[in-house]
Nanobody
Framework: VQPVESGGGLVQAGESLRLACVLSGRTFSTYAVGWFRQAPGDDREFAGSITWTEGRTTYADSVKGRFTISRDRDKNTVFLQMNNLKPEDTAVYYC????????????WGQGTQVTVSS
């Protein structure tokens, strides 16, 4: 399974942005899709995830209430809607796939840059 992110860009604080992650390949083996982010000099951080079949979501405390993950199974796409963005949300955002039977996110996209100016 190969995820490809899109939708990053430069926005001002308080604005919104929606990222998309398109999956190709053996999507029927997908258990969950996660969104992660990494700011310069920081470790990669989990932002949230969604299970592919049930659509059950999980969020990090830092984004809860501002970010929403959804999926369109017909289009093999997962979305990350980010509202009320803050400068500290600036990072490269990655989409990753966890397969059925796996405990880890094994397949990663190339990332998309999100920059929030104050």
């Amino acid at each position: 399974v190969q995820p490809v992110e899109s939708g990053g860009g430069l926005v001002q604080a308080g604005e919104s942005l929606r990222l998309a992650c398109v999956l190709s390949g053996r999507t029927f083996s997908t258990y969950a899709v996660g969104w992660f982010r990494q700011a310069p000099g920081d470790d990669r951080e989990f932002a949230g995830s969604i299970t592919w079949t049930e659509g059950r979501t999980t969020y990090a405390d830092s984004v809860k209430g501002r970010f929403t993950i959804s999926r369109d199974r017909d289009k093999n796409t997962v979305f990350l809607q980010m509202n009320n963005l803050k400068p500290e949300d600036t990072a490269v955002y990655y989409c990753a796939v966890r397969l059925r039977g796996s405990r880890d996110f094994d397949y990663w996209g190339q990332g998309t840059q999100v920059t929030v100016s104050s």
